[in-house]
């Protein structure tokens, strides 16, 4: 065997970054395609515990790497081989199983697959980070260099990913990956063959092995059947059926879009049992399997009429000739219904270019004309971006996106961000107003309702906190049986405007809930929903009363759901969920209490439950089983500590910086892509130029944790006046200030991992593997704790708590042993 001077050159970092690249990019492409196939929440609880492969790669080097280490070559070529097959065969295996996602939590059976499942995607990720791991604890020399082709390589796996999810379909995604990790095994195979050597039986078959498995993944498709739930799969079926046709398919990183048309579809959001007339013939349009729209088969606004019947129709009714913002219109049905209505002017604001796109040039004909209209403006742009960068005002701004049907949902899209339906930006949005203008959002009602009072509150803060005047003053809220619209004017409330709006709900046969001077003894249901006991009125007319003219405070503690107001700061609109209200449901819903529950915020705490069980079991496994081993190894505490506050703490700052900057940018998927890769980039170079500094790695413990709290301390105090000034910006401008920013603390994140690796070459090798799992252990223990922390806490206070961590590790530093 060579000796590590000969084997350590160029290729060993390339080898590191190509493996990098192809960690970051399965792990997107498995949620990519899971997004597709099952549900976006499901893809969360099956990759988290998969990446605990990572830090469990650190558990399998602590316990045999100096077994391993006498034989490196040899082990980490069967290792690279190992991650090259697993992809593709895991992957074909977890896609054949019979997963049930409505029952997964509630039947032992499906738990058991859910397990199986879990532990096969488990493997491409342990092979990955066993490579990683194993170089890094074998050339400990060389870490700067190794971390830094890790973290860079990192950094590009994002953008990879990115880009391939326009090439191919979600289902494909993730055995495209396979030819990365060839590449990645070549590089390695390359770092340890001498110039001198002829090739050998042994190069010769792994590289035929790997070529097969590569072309087999590249060439054969996987089995990619849709989960039967998912309204795609009804479609799949009618048209196997004969009475469906896939009309047009687009898949990008923002989404898979199918275009079906059926004679047996006919949707009208929220339309009343009143309407007169039936819907007309339309196309379903589908984003990731989920109905998000219809398009209308029409040419004329006159066949749009069933709109009328709903209450989405209502502001048109109080306004006359009114310039429109639709925020996040799809298929054109609320464009339909602004023509129809009178509207001057329609803006609409749709983030996806895809689907406009799809919808203006390739269905054209087909119902997609309605944005040729002269009087139709489209803006490709996300619907908040939109709103902070306009100089136009508005008569009506309609909250399209908003506008959605949650039953069914479990609660299950808590987890996801929402900053468009937070106070601060219907405050934005009411300040592009005109005088008489006013906001709608349409929502379907619950039982107790929680869509529709977290709505009002948003509602009540904007013009409170905001605005002047009395809230009360500025409301008007009608319903049907199925949803409620509700109003938000920027003046008080005309006389007039109260008269006209009760005349056209009723003509609409909407029930009022609140208007200013309604009388609660006056009410008379016409489509009756629940309320309380004795009373003619229902819970949102008694909601609406506490909050305004009761104890606010009090009510919001008492119900059953979190239904005070989305901020920017915590930007979870559809996050219900309330630790106080589980004795209630348990007393009201006995055996079914669990599946009332909010479960995207359920399955988070029981992803984080199950990781940091695990974590803690792999990582006192190795002190356990080899306690004579490590008996006598120096600093074991501090390695705990330090590798252990730097991974939780990287990823609380992280995540929360992506939040913060997405905002900024706009775009959601460019902007995670572009501040991940620049984070992890930055933080490359940081690790790289450690060698060249010269200050012993203590020191640089101490400078990289002080810098890292004083730049981000400074970063809460003014980075969103910053951001406030360059919002108008375009988006080239936008994206170099976002990267001048990251820049500083990014940096001195890459000083953390290399110096404390540095620092156990002082106690020897031994612990250097067992780090190497801490770090990677609590980096995924640390993010869904984040997203429970912010859903509570609010990111501020999340970023706060990764800078505690950092001074955990800078303190740590006066800990560690020496010489």
């Given at each position: 065997m060579k000796n590590k001077q000969n084997i350590y050159n160029y290729w060993s970092g390339v080898s590191i970054f190509f493996v990098s690249i192809a960690i970051i990019a399965l792990q997107l492409m498995i949620m990519r395609a899971l997004s597709v196939t099952h549900y976006y929440h499901f893809s969360y609880l099956v990759i988290s515990p998969a990446l605990l492969g990572f830090g469990a790669s650190g558990t399998f080097l602590a316990l045999l790497y100096d077994r391993l280490k006498n034989n490196f070559a040899f082990w980490n070529l069967l290792f690279f081989m190992g991650f090259t097959i697993s992809i593709p065969v895991t992957y074909w295996i977890t896609q054949s199983m019979p997963l049930d996602t409505q029952y997964l939590l509630h039947s032992g059976e499906q738990i058991?697959?859910?397990?199986?499942?879990?532990?096969?995607?488990?493997?491409?990720?342990?092979?990955?980070?066993?490579?990683?791991?194993?170089?890094?604890?074998?050339?400990?020399?060389?870490?700067?260099?190794?971390?830094?082709?890790?973290?860079?390589?990192?950094?590009?796996?994002?953008?990879?990913?990115?880009?391939?999810?326009?090439?191919?379909?979600?289902?494909?995604?993730?055995?495209?990956?396979?030819?990365?990790?060839?590449?990645?095994?070549?590089?390695?195979?390359?770092?340890?063959?001498?110039?001198?050597?002829?090739?050998?039986?042994?190069?010769?078959?792994l590289g035929t092995i790997g070529m097969v498995v590569t072309l087999g993944a590249v060439l054969v498709d996987p089995p990619h059947s849709v989960d039967q739930y998912k309204t795609l799969a009804h479609f799949q079926q009618l048209e196997r059926q004969g009475d469906a046709e896939l009309i047009q398919q687009r898949y990008g990183p923002r989404g898979q879009i199918d275009v079906y048309s059926s004679p047996t579809f006919h949707h009208t959001l929220f339309a009343g049992a009143m309407a007169t007339t039936t819907p007309p013939g339309q196309l379903a349009l589908m984003v990731d399997g989920q109905l998000t729209g219809a398009?209308?088969?029409?040419?004329?606004?006159?066949?749009?009429?069933?709109?009328?019947?709903?209450?989405?129709?209502?502001?048109?009714?109080?306004?006359?000739?009114?310039?429109?913002?639709?925020?996040?219109e799809t298929g054109g049905v609320n464009v339909w219904m602004a023509k129809r209505m009178g509207a001057e002017k329609i803006t609409v604001v749709q983030n996806n270019p895809q689907i406009m796109d799809l919808i203006e040039e390739d269905l054209a004909e087909l119902g997609g004309a309605i944005y040729s209209d002269e009087r139709v403006e489209v803006v490709r742009q996300n619907p908040r971006l939109f709103l902070e960068q306009t100089n136009q005002t508005f008569d009506l701004i309609q909250l399209v996106e908003g506008e959605v049907m949650t039953t069914g949902s479990g609660g299950l899209q808590g987890l996801n961000e929402d900053y468009l339906l937070t106070t601060e930006s219907i405050a934005r949005a009411r300040d592009i107003l005109t005088e008489d203008g006013m906001i709608s959002i349409t929502r379907e009602i619950q039982s107790p309702p929680r869509d529709n009072l977290k709505i009002f509150s948003i509602y009540n803060d904007v013009v409170s906190k905001f605005g002047e005047g009395r809230p009360e003053n500025h409301i008007m809220i009608s319903r049907n049986y199925l949803a409620a619209n509700s109003l938000l004017t920027k003046t008080p409330i005309t006389q007039e405007r109260i008269d006209r709006f009760l005349e056209e709900s009723r003509a609409l046969q909407l029930d009022r809930e609140y208007y200013p001077g309604i009388v609660t003894e006056e009410i008379d249901q016409l489509n009756i929903i629940d309320g309380p006991d004795d009373t003619n009125y229902s819970y949102i007319h008694h909601a609406i009363n506490e909050i305004l003219f009761g104890d606010a405070g009090a009510f919001y503690d008492d119900w059953a759901y979190h239904v005070e107001s989305a901020t920017d700061n915590s930007p979870y609109f559809q996050d219900f969920f309330k630790w106080s209200s589980l004795d209630r449901f348990w007393e009201t819903y006995g055996d079914q209490w669990f599946q009332r529950l909010e479960l995207g915020y359920v399955i988070l705490v029981i992803t984080f439950l199950q990781l940091s069980l695990i974590a803690f079991l792999l990582i006192i496994l190795p002190l356990l089983f080899r306690y004579s081993y490590y008996k006598g190894t120096r600093n074991k505490l501090p390695t705990l500590i330090y590798f252990f506050s730097i991974g939780t703490g990287f990823m609380f700052i992280e995540m929360t910086f992506i939040q913060t900057f997405t905002k900024f940018l706009g775009d959601p998927i460019y902007s995670v892509a572009a501040i991940l890769s620049s984070i992890l980039v930055f933080s490359g170079i940081g690790s790289g130029v450690q060698k060249k500094l010269g200050i012993p790695p203590v020191q640089r413990m101490r400078i990289a944790a002080g810098s890292i709290i004083g730049i981000t301390l400074i970063y809460l105090l003014t980075v969103d006046p910053i951001l406030q000034v360059f919002i108008g910006t375009g988006t080239a401008t936008r994206f170099l200030i976002t990267v001048l920013l990251l820049f500083p603390v990014s940096f001195f994140f890459g000083w953390m991992f290399p110096s404390g690796v540095q620092m156990l070459e002082t106690s020897g090798d031994s612990l250097i593997p067992w780090a190497w799992g801490i770090d990677g252990f609590a980096s995924v223990a640390a993010a869904p704790l984040a997203i429970i922390l912010s859903m509570s806490l609010g990111f501020t206070n999340v970023i706060l708590l990764g800078l505690l961590f950092y001074g955990i590790a800078g303190l740590t530093s006066y800990l560690w042993e020496t010489g």
């Open positions: 058991m697959l859910l397990i199986s499942y879990n532990v096969l995607v488990f493997i491409p990720f342990f092979f990955g980070g066993t490579i990683i791991g194993f170089m890094i604890s074998y050339f400990k020399e060389e870490v700067p260099e190794l971390y830094a082709a890790n973290l860079i390589g990192s950094g590009v796996g994002g953008v990879f990913a990115i880009g391939l999810m326009f090439l191919f379909p979600a289902f494909k995604l993730p055995v495209m990956i396979t030819p990365v990790v060839f590449v990645a095994m070549i590089c390695f195979w390359l770092s340890i063959r001498s110039k001198s050597e002829t090739y050998t039986i042994k190069d010769v078959m398009i209308f088969s029409i040419d004329d606004p006159g066949d749009a009429e069933i709109m009328d019947f709903t209450p989405q129709s209502l502001p048109y009714r109080l306004l006359d000739d009114p310039h429109v913002l639709l925020l996040g």
